[in-house]
């Protein structure tokens, strides 16, 4: 399909034009002025770094076939968030990519998105910090020499100071329906109180490749964090905020170890 997005912000489209990422914008659909809208809701607190510390098993086994089939491991995995409008918030979702078998040669990955309020369905609580969104996401862009000297082992002698951005090969252009929970991990279960966000769950089954629509039967889901560094025991609080669905269906929660520091230090 051809990748379509609402007007976004122009520090994401300059972000994007220097990874390579190519956005067009989308035409917004008429509102219907007789339809309940979306509650009011502080983006700004969006704002900033959240790192990756949690996924759903059903995320972690894909993650799983990925290191086996690519020798690819993905290092701290952050969403650089801005709000766009009082509806709408911009990232540049990021991550160091190294071999499984050896962490001495690597390449920054980046990828733009776009995430834009909707009405809520009959699922969401808002009332409990939930929302529901339609997400846009870009290819994944890497630097093209540093690309080459990823895949040929380090054996690539381009400058990558004249080099520019290229797509990773069988990435693709998305647009999802994404569900999310903002949550204080030092609340109480039950309270919905946001004193201090510092987590934030987004999760869903649907997502749109070349315009075909394509539904899991499981739930996809990201645990967001302020820092990349999660004890066990914080975790643990926040899994006992998230909504009811995901424990009432079993779903199980990885706590991801933290690979910022070593990534951060080789990039």
Known sequence: MKFTLATISAALLAVSSVSGAVINKRQEAPQDPNQAQPQPLDLGALNGTWYLTGVTQSVWDVYEIIQNTMNINLNCPHFEVAQASNTSFDAIVSAFLTHTTSNTVGVTASGAGAFMLQDSDATVNTTANENLWTAYGSQVFVNEANWKNFTSQGQSTEDPANAGSVAIPGTQPFEATVYSKLIDSNAQPGSETLENLDTVFLWG?????????????????????????????????????????????????????????GAQNNQ
């Open 205 to 261: 089954t649907e997502a749109t490749f070349h315009s075909t629509r394509k539904r899991a039967d499981e739930v996809y889901g990201l645990v967001l964090s302020k820092t990349p560094n999660v004890g066990e025991d914080v975790f643990n609080k926040t899994l006992a905020l998230l909504p009811p669905a995901i424990a009432q269906n079993n779903i199980t929660v990885v706590l991801l170890q933290d690979s910022c520091e």
